[in-house]
């Protein structure tokens, strides 16, 4: 790489620079505690397809017109998965404004769809919270979904017909606005109490 | 005379030995029957002088038990299965959601929450230790 050429990579990564520390603090308009908030950069979501627990198809319509938080595992899952569907019913109880509650819909999506049907989702998102709705799609209708949130899954230890395989996958929560786009995001470890404060700091702002 | 009597204890009842670790608060999180796997959590604490290992635990109520640690790698948790429990003299070892944990495969009847499940713990000298576990939400 010659002088001019390292000149203008470092030019455009300054004004790079300048531009997302422009943009971060002249729209941040609200300050979460227990998560990210991408203010004026959420995105919107890919043209995706998945089906819901009452076999109902669920795609970026579905989501319009509400506040979503999405979890993504797999019944299968002992530890992770349970503790976090806990958390995210505890939120919801916990949650005091019927209006917030009226706006915000909670999904768990299946990144295991050879083991999760419709009927293993309704079974086990009732078990949580009888509100959530538990989806899931073919692998590769579900990457399309997944890689644009930056959401990470991998099938591992997979051999033949050996049913107890593992699913890693990631811990976040993704929050996607009424606009159908990914608007946020709540890693883990998640406490349930600041994030019911979060969602109504979100829902009374909007 | 402990030593004797313990001699003549496991002479009389093979297994028995007096209990290696203090476990408290140790639960297993019910889930739906369709779900085959449980985890199960606890506080285990080593008030000896010497280390305790634990290789293998076993109960009616599963076809097996390990000890499993989900860890954060690549943007992704996954399980990892830790072979042996090694728990350092006078310390203890938390058993929680999201870290170590008991991954309980195939129980052979749906739990129910306010069940008790007894477990089997094996030490690596070949003692056992019986634990109460308790289904709760």
Same mark, same amino acid.
């Given at each position: 790489m010659n002088k001019s050429s390292i000149a203008i990579v470092a030019l455009l990564a300054l004004i790079g620079g300048f531009s997302i520390s422009w943009y971060l603090s002249s729209n941040k308009p609200?300050?979460? %505690?227990?998560?990210?908030?991408?203010? %004026?950069?959420?995105?919107?979501? #890919? &043209?995706?397809?998945? /089906? *819901?627990?009452?076999g109902q198809v669920m795609d970026r319509t579905t989501l319009s017109g509400n506040w979503s938080l999405m979890f993504f595992g797999y019944t299968h899952c002992p530890d992770i998965c349970p503790a976090t569907l806990q958390t995210l019913s505890d939120m919801a109880n916990a949650i005091? @404004?019927?209006? /917030?509650?009226?706006?915000?819909?909670?999904?768990? /999506? =299946?990144? *295991?769809? %050879?083991? &999760?049907?419709?009927?293993?989702?309704?079974?086990?998102?009732?078990?949580?919270?009888?509100?959530? !709705?538990?989806?899931?799609?073919?692998?590769?209708?579900?990457?399309?979904?997944?890689? =644009?949130?930056?959401?990470?899954?991998?099938?591992?230890?997979?051999?033949?017909?050996?049913?107890?395989?593992? /699913? *890693?996958? =990631?811990?976040?929560?993704?929050?996607?606005?009424?606009?159908?786009e990914f608007a946020g995001l709540f890693s883990a470890p998640h406490d349930p109490l600041a994030m019911a404060r979060d969602l109504t700091r979100i829902v009374e702002y909007n | 005379m402990m030593i004797r009597l313990t001699l003549l204890l496991l002479l009389v009842f093979p297994g028995f030995a007096l209990a290696q670790l203090e476990i408290r608060d140790s639960w297993i999180k019910n889930l739906p029957p369709s779900v085959p796997v449980r985890a199960g959590y606890m506080t285990i604490h080593n008030p000896q002088s010497k280390t305790v290992s634990i290789v293998s635990l076993s109960s009616d109520a599963?076809? =097996?038990?390990?000890?499993?640690?989900?860890?954060?790698? &690549?943007?992704?948790?996954?399980?990892?299965?830790?072979?042996?429990?090694?728990?350092?003299?006078?310390? !203890?070892?938390?058993?929680?959601?999201?870290?170590?944990?008991?991954?309980?495969?195939? #129980?052979?009847?749906?739990?129910?929450?306010? *069940?008790?499940?007894?477990?089997?713990?094996?030490? @690596? @000298?070949?003692?056992?230790?019986?634990?109460?576990?308790w289904v709760k939400k």
């Open positions: 609200i300050e979460l %505690e227990a998560g990210l908030w991408f203010g %004026e950069q959420a995105r919107a979501l #890919p &043209d995706f397809e998945l /089906v *819901d627990h009452h005091e @404004d019927p209006n /917030v509650t009226k706006a915000v819909r909670i999904y768990f /999506v =299946s990144v *295991d769809p %050879e083991r &999760d049907n419709a009927e293993t989702l309704a079974t086990y998102v009732n078990y949580f919270n009888p509100g959530f !709705t538990g989806a899931t799609a073919v692998m590769e209708k579900l990457t399309l979904l997944t890689s =644009s949130l930056g959401i990470a899954h991998n099938i591992r230890n997979k051999a033949g017909d050996n049913p107890s395989y593992d /699913v *890693d996958h =990631s811990s976040a929560i993704v929050l996607i606005n009424p606009q159908a | 599963f076809d =097996s038990i390990e000890i499993h640690q989900t860890i954060a790698q &690549d943007g992704m948790m996954r399980m990892e299965r830790i072979p042996i429990l090694i728990i350092e003299p006078d310390s !203890t070892v938390q058993l929680t959601p999201g870290g170590l944990h008991l991954m309980m495969m195939n #129980p052979g009847e749906p739990t129910q929450i306010g *069940d008790s499940i007894e477990i089997l713990i094996l030490f @690596d @000298d070949g003692s056992e230790q019986k634990l109460e576990m």
